[in-house]
């Protein structure tokens, strides 16, 4: 069955430090993986997402991730947190073949602290 | 930018009764989505819809539910008998009709059930 797991409940960074929220997979074949963001009283807003290619991809605000097929992982990074990137966020898989939903982990809240 | 909205944005119903919900997909989209977060739980995917049809549906998707496009603009869900556990944020996404293309949120309804 397909799963995401966001082991951190919260992050905490110190602003214009590098910050990494983890997120880990388990899908049959080969994985559409997505980054949202959820500020307060609003809707998910897409990142960034992996489909082939680079393993790096580069998404909105300055944020990348990392994809990693042995360790099933597709972590988000920014080099320089903000205040203003405190929110929760969401990874969240698709499978390749045969279904579109949208599988989220339990989402991590990034708290930047000034 | 274009945006998925949705209304209303708080919907207060008692027990049994019935609530519609509604979105407007971005205009050129032909995707569809309705998820739901319980509070303080994961997102939760409900169905999806493409061409007038159901696409796919989750084991929460009971007889409970339906969802129509009525018309060119509008996405609708309904739930004919409110239950308390039906209390969530529910969200509509939309998504173009590219295979790798992101799905797009809206804000949400927040449905309590009293």
């Known amino acids: 069955a397909q799963s995401v797991a966001q082991p951190e409940d919260q992050v905490n960074v110190a602003e214009g430090n590098p910050l990494t929220v983890k997120c880990t997979y388990s899908v049959s074949g080969n994985p559409y993986l997505f980054w949202y963001v959820q500020y307060p009283n609003r809707g998910l807003q897409f990142l960034l997402k992996y489909i082939t290619g680079d393993n790096l991809v580069k998404g909105s605000y300055g944020f990348e991730a990392e994809f990693n097929k042995s360790q099933t992982s597709f972590h988000l990074k920014k080099p320089s947190a903000l205040v203003s990137d405190s929110a929760l966020y969401f990874c969240?898989?698709?499978?390749?073949?045969?279904?579109?939903?949208?599988?989220f982990g339990t989402g991590t809240r990034l708290q930047v602290f000034p | 930018e274009p945006e998925v909205t949705q209304t209303p944005s708080h919907q207060v119903t008692q027990m049994g009764q019935e609530v519609i919900l509604r979105c407007v997909p971005i205009s050129n989209h032909l995707y569809f989505y309705w998820y739901r977060q319980i509070l303080g739980q994961k997102v939760e995917f409900l169905v999806s819809?493409?061409?007038?049809?159901?696409?796919?549906k989750s084991e929460i998707f009971d007889d409970q539910f339906s969802v129509e496009r009525p018309d060119g603009s509008n996405f609708t869900l309904k739930i004919r008998s409110t239950k308390l556990e039906d209390s969530a944020m529910y969200f509509c996404?939309?998504?173009?009709?590219?295979?790798?293309?992101?799905?797009?949120f809206g804000p949400g309804t927040r449905l309590t059930v009293l």
């Open positions: 996404a939309s998504r173009g009709s590219g295979t790798y293309n992101e799905q797009f």
């Open positions: 819809f493409y061409n007038n049809e159901i696409s796919e």
């Open positions: 969240a898989v698709r499978a390749r073949e045969g279904t579109d939903k949208l599988i």
